[in-house]
């Protein structure tokens, strides 16, 4: 659980926030303002979809569908660049890394922890989730007015350091489920 919590943690600190993604296409004038809810829309569509399709693959492969997590959350920074259809398809991964977090990484919990304190572990998860989400997006917040690449070294360092702890994850094994 520890390490799966240090999983979380590491995957959605550098989760950029989709308001800064359309801060950052209006004020760069990448699309237009009407555009924006369009992307997010796109965005919300491919989350719906990767969260009913990596639930199933969940629900057969334990937590190693979780290893894509940090690539979708890298791709993202996709959505930072001024070519619309680069801003398109990493706001598409943008919603799948969402559909990713929305699905399985809160369904592990369940896996993990027996009923009676699974209160407290999906307590524990999503404080620990809003911190990561906070932070990440704070710090992002403030590089993003500094300079958009140091937001992408922050994103990339942050997702490294996801997927190395996810590897670790898989290999200590605990990809088992608790007996029921």
């Known amino acids: ?6 999983f979380t943690f590491l995957a959605v600190l ?8 359309g801060f950052h296409l209006a004020s760069q004038h990448v699309v237009s303002d009407a555009t924006v809810p369009l992307i997010f829309a796109l965005a919300m569509a491919v ?9 199933r693959i969940y629900d057969r492969r334990g937590l190693q569908v979780l290893i894509v997590v940090p690539f979708a959350t890298v ?4 959505a930072f660049t001024n070519t619309p259809w680069m801003v398109w398809l990493g706001a598409a991964f943008w919603g799948g890394a969402m559909g990713l977090q929305e699905s399985t990484l809160r369904a592990a919990v369940a896996d993990m922890i027996p009923g009676p304190k699974r209160g407290t ?11 990561a989400l906070l932070g990440g997006s704070a710090a992002m917040g403030a590089l993003y007015g500094v300079s958009v690449p140091l937001l992408v070294g922050f994103v990339a360092f942050a997702e490294l350091l996801a997927a ?4 670790g994850m898989l290999r200590a094994g605990e990809t088992r489920t608790l007996p029921q």
């Open 164 to 167: 190395l702890s996810g590897v």
């Open 14 to 21: 550098g989760f950029a926030p989709f308001p800064l993604i």
């Open 121 to 131: 572990a999906y307590g524990v998860f999503n404080a620990l989730y809003g911190f």
């Open 1 to 6: 659980y520890r390490r799966y919590m240090l």
């Open 47 to 55: 989350d719906a979809l990767v969260a009913l399709v990596t639930g």
């Open 75 to 78: 791709a993202v920074l996709l």
